[in-house]
């Protein structure tokens, strides 16, 4: 409910600030710790407007899709690339299992790019401290799948289908700072490319494994 979700960082900063007015803003230390927390609670407010302006933007069809042949490997390397330093900081192994040769598919390479970015970035974030977080590629004749794989918290078999709901966040993920839009966008996107998302628990038994396939 986006009222709700909206409310919830706007009322911490009231009360920050109010707090701060009532002579908090005297100690030092204090205010500083307030105004940390201030910036994190806007920053949460400003990826919801983001998700929501982009989610509205795919549903009223005024975003269109700029289909043209992509390598979804190639994709998949620039989008580690990005997130290698992310991994890097929390010491997890960030690896990828792609195909030698490029896999095309007909797609607009930033929204599936940013799929990629979304399952991959909560993949880091959902999994502690020395953990691995893996993506691979693996096609065939009809279809190419895309899976990130990680050895975190994993998700509980009854949220599998519901991680896709705008602002679902699993209890385990509730302190988490983001906005809970990620997947419901990454699933508009790739359903507006006849494919599929899905997610289970990962393969090694810990952790979880989203995937998408599109048509090739
Ligand atoms: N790799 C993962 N491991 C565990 N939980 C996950 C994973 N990916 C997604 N989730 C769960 O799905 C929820 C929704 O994900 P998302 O839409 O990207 O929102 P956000 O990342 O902003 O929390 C997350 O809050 C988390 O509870
Ligand atoms: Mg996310």
Redesign the pocket.
Same mark, same amino acid.
């Given at each position: 409910n986006v009222s709700h979700e909206l409310r919830t960082p706007v009322s911490s900063i009231k009360l920050l600030s109010e707090t701060l007015e009532e002579g908090a803003l005297e100690d030092p230390g204090v205010s500083k710790k307030f105004l940390g927390q201030m910036i994190q609670e806007v920053d949460k407010l400003e990826?919801i407007v983001e998700?929501m302006t982009t989610l509205a933007k795919i549903e009223s069809g005024e975003v269109r899709l700029k289909k043209k042949p992509v390598d979804i490997v190639r994709l998949v390397e620039q989008v580690t690339k990005r997130l290698q330093g992310m991994a890097a900081e929390k010491e997890q192994a960030l690896t990828v299992v792609i195909p030698a040769e490029e896999v095309l598919v007909m797609a607009d390479a930033l929204q599936l790019e940013q799929v990629i970015f !979304? +399952?991959t970035? !909560? %993949?880091i974030?959902?999994?502690p401290p020395g953990g691995t977080v893996t993506i691979r590629v693996t096609f065939d004749e009809q279809q190419v799948v895309v899976s990130?794989s /990680?050895t975190?918290?994993?998700?509980d078999p009854a /949220?599998l289908a519901? +991680?896709?709901e705008?602002?679902?966040?699993? /209890?385990? *993920?509730?302190s *988490?700072?983001?906005?809970?839009?990620?997947?419901?966008?990454?699933r508009h996107i790739i359903e507006a490319h006849s494919g599929r998302i899905w %997610?289970e628990p990962a393969p090694g038994g810990k952790? *979880?494994?989203?995937s998408f396939s599109l048509p090739v």
């Open positions: 990826g998700g !979304n +399952i970035h !909560n %993949a974030k959902f999994t990130t /990680d975190g918290f994993g998700i /949220d519901r +991680i896709f705008r602002f679902f966040k699993s /209890d385990k *993920s509730h *988490s700072q983001g906005s809970g839009l990620g997947l419901a966008i990454s %997610a952790g *979880s494994r989203i």
